[in-house]
């Protein structure tokens, strides 16, 4: 077990978006319950809105790194965080694939794998099986814990003042006029702040697990302690949306 695999709670990862710009529009529908793509909406993602956006080198499927907090200021940044095996994220990769081919020049997209149950292999094989253009990394577990995200998908939409503009599981409406109102901002003068986010170190056989804070489903504390017990612990990470399909994977 590693600390990304604690401060991940659920691990089903997927998006669909789609916006207008410069006059231009493009067909989509919002999800909907039932839906293959549809994940409900986590009130805590919406906290994120207006904070600082998050000062983050992430390493790419082809070995190089993109350094998130360079484009701030500059252009609007788009982070899409995924799965392989989500089935809601592969029914809605196509709404990704439409919104880099919209807005690919104008904003910084990145595909970025949860890095829980995928290995580069992987992912190289889904991007490349998927017809996927623009860049995509994997995280560490970092991003994902400095986010608090407890479920997918998971879109976080940066503006050029480096402030996160939108942040939540689904697209539609609510992502489009997100989109649409970045790029019509102008670039910004003033000295853009960012979030620190701190690296995780994977844990080895052996190594003692910290102890982690989570939420239970009325919201109270629920902790998983660090130190010896008198029973072995085991934690199964999943969703709601995930038992549909999780006989079948």
Do not use: N
């Not at 710009?21 to 493009?26: N, T």
């Not at 965080?81 to 990769?93: E, F, V």
């Not at 942040?167 to 910004?188: K, M």
Request: with cysteine; proline share 8%; glycine share 10%.
């Amino acid at each position: 077990m590693s600390r990304r695999h604690v401060a991940v709670l659920a691990v089903c990862w997927c998006l669909t978006s789609i916006g207008r710009a410069a006059g231009q529009k493009l067909d989509y529908a919002a999800g909907k319950p039932g839906d293959p793509g549809y994940v409900a909406e986590d009130p805590q993602l919406a906290r994120l809105v207006g904070m600082p956006g998050p000062s983050i080198t992430l390493p790419t499927i082809d070995g190089g790194t993109i350094d998130i907090g360079k484009h701030y200021g500059r252009k609007p940044v788009y982070l899409k965080l995924w799965a392989s095996y989500c089935l809601p994220c592969r029914a809605q990769m196509p709404g990704l694939e439409k919104i880099y081919e919209a807005f690919g020049a104008r904003m910084q997209i990145v595909a970025v794998d949860a890095g829980v149950g995928d290995d580069a292999a992987k992912v190289r094989a889904f991007v490349t099986g998927t017809k996927l253009r623009m860049p995509v990394a994997i995280d560490d577990g970092s991003l994902g814990a400095w986010l608090k995200m407890e479920a997918t998908p998971v879109h976080v939409l940066i503006g050029r003042d480096g402030r996160i503009a939108y942040a939540g599981h689904q697209d539609g409406p609510r992502l489009d006029a997100a989109i649409r109102q970045v790029l019509a901002d102008v670039p910004t003068s003033a000295p853009i702040q960012t979030a620190k986010v701190e690296s995780l170190a994977p844990l080895k056989p052996g190594d003692l697990v910290p102890a982690v804070g989570l939420r239970g489903p009325d919201d109270t504390p629920v902790w998983f302690m660090r130190g010896p017990t008198r029973r072995p612990r085991a934690v199964l990470f999943t969703a709601t949306w995930c038992e549909s399909y999780l006989k079948d994977t």
